[in-house]
């Protein structure tokens, strides 16, 4: 009779370490990547040496909304970091772009000042960090477009 509390007790406790390890898996978007200072914002055919666009604001923008934004450092680099929670992966990768709200010609004057760039946003996997999992999204490649609302 005294091994009907414990095998409860037992079954209790399975079921709340099962519970507590499901909310512990938290999740993330990662979206890092870099500009560089082209009429495309990408990197120069065959690796040709590119200079990169310091300080421009990166917007990530869903439907008409800015969600989140970073600014590049001094190599062009940026990293988004998003909670899943309120903005699904999919709904990232189907509504939104990245846009840089800097105009070109803040990093070299023979670029446009009107436009901006865009890029649409690629998954590249995920990966786990302890109990943290990570959705890696990168640009897919950025264009000048010149009505960016």
Same mark, same amino acid.
């Given at each position: 009779?005294?091994?009907?509390?414990?095998?409860?007790?037992?079954?209790?406790?399975?079921?709340?370490?099962?519970?507590?390890?499901?909310?512990?898996?938290?999740?993330?978007?990662?979206?890092?990547?870099?500009?560089?200072?082209?009429?495309?914002?990408?990197?120069?055919?065959?690796?040709?040496?590119?200079?990169?666009?310091?300080?421009?604001?990166?917007?990530?923008?869903?439907?008409?909304?800015?969600?989140?934004?970073?600014?590049?450092?001094?190599?062009?680099f940026?990293?988004?970091?998003?909670?899943?929670?309120?903005?699904? =992966?999919?709904?990232? +990768? *189907?509504?939104?772009?990245? &846009?840089?709200? /800097?105009?070109?010609?803040?990093? #070299?004057? %023979?670029?446009?000042? =009107?436009?901006?760039? +865009? *890029?649409?946003?690629?998954? &590249?996997?995920? /990966?786990?960090?302890?109990?943290? #999992?990570? %959705?890696?999204?990168?640009?897919?490649?950025?264009?000048?477009?010149l009505?960016?609302g």
């Open positions: 009779m005294a091994s009907k509390p414990i095998i409860l007790l037992v079954s209790l406790l399975a079921i709340a370490i099962a519970a507590s390890t499901a909310e512990a898996q938290l999740g993330i978007i990662n979206i890092p990547g870099t500009v560089f200072c082209t009429i495309n914002g990408n990197i120069g055919l065959n690796g040709i040496a590119t200079p990169v666009f310091p300080n421009a604001l990166v917007l990530l923008r869903c439907g008409g909304a800015v969600v989140a934004n970073a600014t590049t450092n001094g190599s062009g940026f990293s988004i970091v998003l909670n899943p929670s309120p903005l699904p =992966v999919s709904t990232v +990768l *189907s509504s939104c772009n990245l &846009v840089v709200n /800097t105009p070109l010609s803040t990093c #070299n004057t %023979t670029l446009p000042a =009107v436009g901006r760039l +865009l *890029s649409p946003l690629q998954f &590249v996997g995920t /990966t786990l960090v302890g109990l943290l #999992n990570v %959705t890696n999204l990168i640009p897919a490649g950025f264009q000048l477009h009505n960016v």
